[in-house]
């Protein structure tokens, strides 16, 4: 029966992919039959036994070379001055591990190629910003709520300070979720917490293999990035992190599902609950945060007031029990509320702010914010590393890296480059 949902979303998905453009989506997948069933095995790996591998893993060596000579970065060594300017924000879906499975030319293969980037393109962004000069800000640390002359609460920009010479840049990482549809096609299946307390990722090579690693994750790089360029994160802040609930979050089947409410369901979300729990304190200990993407991955434009509503309170009880409050709010399809946030306030918006989100996140052509005047809430664009931008936009994200030195061609599907 769950199925069924999963066939449902994913029509919506692929509707709502195929009418806008500029939109943040997870992958379609138009059969949902064969995914289902690739979800269950990773659940029951089970956070400790992975952790088990993953010190293994460690002792064998890959990681453990850089932590005897961790770099250090000294925050009284660099002059810090006030940041006014833009805060540029850049947003990643989940990372290509394997494109030999991403883009085997099944039915996925263009919707990845569209809205993804490969693990070696990740890198070499990751180098190519830090060397740009940028360094890394919380979301949560640009803006803030107080209240104005009258006594109403409003959004204002925070005091930001950055060491002279850098410019702010802002991380988000969409469906963190390892939806049991795209793990298969060449993604990790969940992070784990290692000996170290470290995060690792699980998951399985092309020949079916369980493989444990730091290098194959958005989330594991990044983390690895900083410990070995310690001045691209001033604060320690990484990213954060957008999750709906529909899958569970972080690879862990945490959710309900209205078509099995049987005990066995229950205990094994329980189970689920209980093992990412610890994963969710180790990303916080590394400084990632966490954002709504919805429960249910819903479109915010085309949804009624009541639908969103449920979904809500769904998205609170399963996800932000979890992680805890969040003011951040990531728009599925990068579609805005009531269809326009920027002009009005309609009745979605205003519902979703009263739940406490103050900073609303679409996609866009440029890092824009604006401050709303009319409500306490703040709306921002973000622009989007992936197959459709290496392709089509290759000026617009010249500040960040060339799409020439990132695009990996060679594994890509071949389809047209406007720079070629
Ligand atoms: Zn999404």
């Known amino acids: 029966m769950h199925r069924l949902l999963l066939f449902v979303l ?9 009418g806008c453009g500029t939109a943040a989506a997870p992958i ?13 095995a990773s659940g029951s790996a089970g956070a400790s036994s992975a952790a088990d591998s993953a010190s293994s893993s460690d002792s064998s060596g ?49 919707g990845i190629d569209d809205w993804m980037v490969t693990v070696d393109e990740y890198d070499k962004i990751l180098q190519s910003v830090y060397d ?32 002279e010479g850098k410019k702010p840049l802002i991380f988000s990482f969409d469906d963190v979720n390892y939806y049991p549809y795209m793990i298969k096609d060449g993604f990790t299946y969940k992070l784990i917490v290692g000996d170290n307390g470290q995060i690792w990722s699980w998951g399985k ?24 360029h310690p001045d691209f994160s001033p604060y320690g802040d990484k990213g954060c992190l957008s999750l709906t609930g529909y899958e569970g979050i972080l690879g862990y089947r945490t959710m309900t599902e209205k078509e099995d409410q049987s005990a066995a369901h229950e205990a094994n979300r329980q189970k689920e609950i209980a093992a990412v729990k610890p994963v969710i304190a180790a990303l916080k200990a590394e400084g990632w945060t966490f954002g709504s993407h919805t429960w249910g991955h819903i479109n915010l434009s085309t949804h009624s007031l009541a639908a969103v509503q449920a979904d809500t309170k ?40 009263s739940q406490g989100f103050r900073v609303f996140c679409s996609v866009g052509i440029e890092s824009y914010s604006k401050i709303k005047t009319d409500i306490c809430a ?15 936009q290759r000026d617009r994200y010249l500040k960040f890296y060339d799409a020439k030195d990132i695009m990996d061609v060679s594994v890509r599907p071949q389809r047209d480059i406007d720079w070629k």
């Not at 379609?28 to 269950?40: F, L, M, R, V």
């Not at 250090?72 to 394997?98: C, I, K, Q």
């Not at 609170?316 to 326009?340: C, K, M, N, Q, W």
């Open 28 to 40: 379609a997948s138009g059969s949902s039959e064969s995914s289902s069933s690739g979800a269950a």
């Open 205 to 228: 090579d092309p020949q079916g293999k369980e493989v444990i690693s730091q290098d194959l994750d958005a989330v594991t790089i990044l983390d690895k990035f900083v410990r070995e």
């Open 314 to 353: 769904k998205w609170f009880d399963e996800v932000g029990s979890l992680v805890g409050p969040t003011d951040i709010l990531f728009y599925p399809h990068g579609a805005r509320p009531d269809g326009d946030d920027v002009n009005k306030t309609g009745p979605i918006f205003k519902y979703l702010q």
């Open 62 to 110: 890959s990681q453990s070379a850089s932590s005897e000579q961790t770099p250090s970065f000294d925050p009284s060594s660099v002059n810090w001055v006030d940041w006014t300017g833009t805060v540029e924000h850049l947003f990643f879906h989940p990372v290509v591990a394997y494109p030999e499975l991403a883009f085997d030319g099944d039915n996925m293969s263009n």
């Open 132 to 163: 740009k000069g940028y360094v890394l800000v919380d979301i949560n640390r640009v803006w803030h709520e107080t209240t104005d002359a009258s006594g109403n609460p409003v959004m204002v920009r925070s005091e930001l300070k950055i060491p």
């Open 378 to 392: 703040v709306i921002c664009d973000r622009l989007h590393p992936d197959g459709t931008t290496l392709r089509h």
């Open 10 to 18: 994913s029509a919506a998905l692929t509707v709502s992919l195929a």
